[in-house]
């Protein structure tokens, strides 16, 4: 992969990690409080949302479970997201 492909990569995984945390934040909780509710190590929630790792479908169908929202409602904020930028942060 050159580089440009994995700029893309981190560019969407860091995306993707502000979208988990903005769900987790409307909600008031803590990176330990929804990694308990979704069975992930708080550390790896934290992990998630830097966007520092690239979490499986597996992962995702367990942050949305603890996060009580649908995948789709993750992808819209993910969308929404990547389009913004690192705005957000």
């Not at 903005?22 to 934290?46: K, T």
């Amino acid at each position: 992969m050159h580089a440009e492909g994995i700029r893309a990569g981190a560019r969407e995984q860091r995306a993707l990690g502000r979208a988990v945390r903005e769900i987790r934040a409307r909600r008031g909780w803590s990176q330990e409080f929804l990694g308990f509710a979704a069975g992930l190590h708080r550390n790896y929630v934290g992990s998630v949302e830097r966007g520092a790792i690239n979490p499986t479908l597996k992962t995702l169908l367990a942050l949305v479970a603890g996060l009580q929202v649908p995948l789709s409602e993750l992808i819209c904020v993910y969308e929404r997201q990547l389009a913004d930028g690192p705005q957000g942060r």
